[in-house]
């Protein structure tokens, strides 16, 4: 990880500080919620996730990632272009730790070998490298392990520089991390809290590449649909969201609604040194944040939403909070 001190230490104070307010309360939100919703399955609750969940730290000073045009692999050859490079793939502020304090449970994992490095060592990846794989996971299973009746979904779902024996080296460092808490892949709506605390579950993991049926632990990618509107318009997200949803699987599936706006060419140039937080992030989270309030879970309603900068706004709670309808439906079916 970085070292402490100087900038850095400053920014990690800043970020304390906005780390503990999402946190309070949030650590154990699943372990809390009423009883009539453990029976619920995972797939119809409403879930807070990130999105390029562990781009809170990435190393200027690495190679540029295999998932990067060769144009700009030429140009960061020049450190200011890296340092910029890092103001527009950094996408949180908060460590896992943070995260899963602050109630976050899905995790959007993009990840790559480093070419040319011997051994076969795998690290998360947006533009710049970012933390070693394994020292994630072990970040997350130490949280799992204070806080047993909390689940979270680990989607890898961009691998880079990577064959087979890539694959065979990080799926086992995912079964050495958390062992018996891994999920085997079920029908989704048998997936409940209920159900993954009777058999002491904590890890649904999510792979998007075909030796996931090799391993009983390795949910396919297609079971997580998380459709991506590629814009820079607030309205286009919010409009694409909507349709997305209504075209939602009824059963089978979960479902990732990715509340995010993406940069592109020409508004990276024209805001270089602002970053992607300062630029589409800030001004357009309250509009998101009133499109998640008026959201509902369920069968054909919102599951896990995903954000930039999770603790910006209290994006956490609030989607946590959206799980109150399902018991006002509850208690209105039975009364009528």
């Known amino acids: 990880m970085s070292p402490p001190g100087g900038k850095e230490g400053g920014r990690r104070r800043r970020r304390g500080r906005a780390a503990g307010a999402m946190a309070d309360g949030n650590a154990d939100w699943m372990g809390s919620l009423p009883a009539a919703l453990r029976s619920y399955p995972l797939s119809n609750l409403a879930i807070p996730g990130s999105h390029d969940s562990f781009s809170y730290w990435v190393d200027e000073k690495s190679p540029v990632g295999p998932?990067?045009?060769?144009?700009?692999?030429?140009l960061a050859r020049i450190s200011l272009v890296k340092k910029i490079m890092k103001k527009w793939s950094v996408t949180q502020n908060l460590t896992f730790k943070e995260q899963l304090e602050g109630g976050i449970r899905y995790f959007d994992l993009r990840v790559s070998s480093k070419p040319g490095?011997?051994?076969?060592?795998?690290?998360?990846?947006?533009g710049l490298f970012g933390i070693k794989v394994w020292d994630g996971l072990m970040e997350i299973n130490t949280f799992l392990e204070q806080h047993p009746k909390e689940v979270i979904f680990l989607d890898f779902n961009h691998f880079y520089a990577m064959d087979d024996s890539?694959?065979?080296?990080?799926?086992n460092r995912?079964?050495?991390a958390f062992g018996s808490k891994l999920c085997c892949v079920e029908c989704v709506e048998y997936v409940t809290l209920q159900y993954m605390w009777e058999k002491k579950y904590q890890v649904l993991i999510f792979y998007h590449y075909p030796l996931y049926r090799e391993f009983p632990f390795l949910w396919?990618?297609?079971?997580?649909?998380a459709p991506w509107a590629n814009t820079t318009n607030v309205h286009k997200l919010l409009q694409f969201l909507e349709t997305t949803l209504e075209e939602r699987s009824r059963y089978g599936t979960f479902h990732v609604s990715q509340a995010i706006l993406t940069p592109r060419v020409k508004t990276i140039a024209r805001h270089?040194?602002?970053?992607?937080?300062?630029?589409?992030?800030?001004?357009n989270l309250p509009m998101i944040l009133n499109w998640v309030k008026a959201q509902k879970p369920g069968v054909m309603g919102v599951n896990i939403i995903t954000s930039?900068?999770?603790?910006?706004?209290?994006?956490?709670a609030t989607v946590?909070?959206?799980n109150d309808l399902l018991l006002e439906e509850d208690d209105s079916s039975s009364k009528s």
């Open 308 to 316: 930039d900068f999770v603790e910006l706004v209290d994006f956490a």
């Open 220 to 225: 396919p990618g297609n079971k997580m649909p």
């Open 174 to 176: 995912i079964r050495s």
């Open 272 to 283: 270089l040194v602002r970053g992607l937080k300062n630029t589409l992030v800030h001004r």
């Open 117 to 126: 490095e011997i051994g076969q060592e795998i690290y998360f990846i947006h």
């Open 166 to 171: 890539h694959h065979f080296f990080l799926i």
């Open 67 to 74: 998932d990067q045009a060769t144009a700009i692999k030429r």
């Open 320 to 322: 946590i909070a959206l």
